[in-house]
Every structure is written in C-alpha cells, then in structure tokens.
C-alpha cells in the first residue's frame, strides 16, 4: 500500500538544493520503487498535475507526472533541447500553497530520463505536459515558480 507523504512548503532550504542523480543500480529496490508509488499517491491525493523528489523532502532527481491523461515517472530527466518558441500561462505549486502566477516556459522540448524500469527513455512534448516538466526539473535544480512569475497573486480561502 502506497502512502501519502508530507509535502515540504517554501521556505523550507529543502527547496532550493540543487538535488543529486538517482544511483542507476537503485531504481529497481523496493525502497525506490516504494517512493515512487508514493510519489504518486500524495501528488494525486493532493491534485497535483507534478510532483518532484525535493517537494517530500528528498533531494534526488525524480518526478511524479500526471497530466494530459499520462502517468509519468521521470528519473534523471534532461532537456536536451528547447524551442525558440516560449509562452506565457498560469501556474501555481503544491510547495507554494494558495498562490498563482504567469510564468513563460519553452512551448516544446525534447526530454531524455529513465523510467521506473531504469530503461533510457526520449520524449518530445510540447505546451502543458511540457510546461508542468519543465516546473518540476526546475524543482530539481532548487527553483520554484515564484523565482520566474509575474503577476502574482494570493487566492484566499
Ligand atoms: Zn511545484
């Protein structure tokens, strides 16, 4: 049974950390296929559409994704290429709880990264799925959204 993880909000230092390259050979123990699996769980539990390692206080370089109907496990991702072509949209992060903000993402990029299996794996994605990968990998590298917006704005409940 997977389990729900506590997630890290800013300005937890957890967050900005660059993280370290997942061990190849540790991909397929059951600890890390544990993690992932809650990985998953909490970032659907919480209705997320990404979550990276960093966010449950875990400074390695794995993402939770699901979005545009896929299930994604990316390990060690790498953008290998980007579009000249950027856009603007609406973003918001389970780490900054309540606050929304426009922020411009390259519209395609060209993705290698292990799967859960530790297989190599090549991805060309372009406008949300490749806005929410390029969100997460800046988790990776200690950066949050906030660092990038423009109009933020604070929803109050
Ligand atoms: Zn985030």
């Known amino acids: 049974m997977s389990k729900i993880l506590p997630i890290i909000t800013h300005p937890n230092p957890i967050l900005r950390k660059k993280s370290e390259d997942v061990n190849l050979e540790e991909i397929k123990s059951p600890e890390f296929q544990e993690l992932l699996l809650d990985m998953e769980t909490t970032m659907l539990k919480e209705d997320g559409v990404g979550?990276?390692?960093?966010?449950?206080?875990?400074?390695?370089r794995a993402i939770s994704i699901y979005a545009e109907g896929k299930k994604l496990f990316l390990i060690n991702p790498?953008?290998?290429?980007k579009s000249w072509k950027k856009s603007w949209d609406e973003e918001g992060c389970?780490?900054?709880?309540?606050?929304?903000g426009q922020v411009e993402r390259y519209k395609k990029i060209n993705l290698i990264y292990f799967n859960e299996k530790g297989e190599k794996q090549?991805?060309?994605?372009?406008?949300?799925?490749a806005r929410v990968i390029q969100h997460e990998i800046d988790h990776l590298d200690g950066i949050l959204f906030i660092d990038k917006a423009k109009n933020l704005k604070k929803l109050n409940y």
């Not at 389970?94 to 929304?100: D, W």
């Open 51 to 60: 979550l990276a390692a960093p966010q449950i206080g875990k400074n390695i």
């Open 94 to 100: 389970l780490s900054v709880p309540n606050i929304f």
């Open 122 to 129: 090549k991805l060309i994605t372009s406008n949300f799925l």
């Open 78 to 81: 790498v953008i290998t290429k």
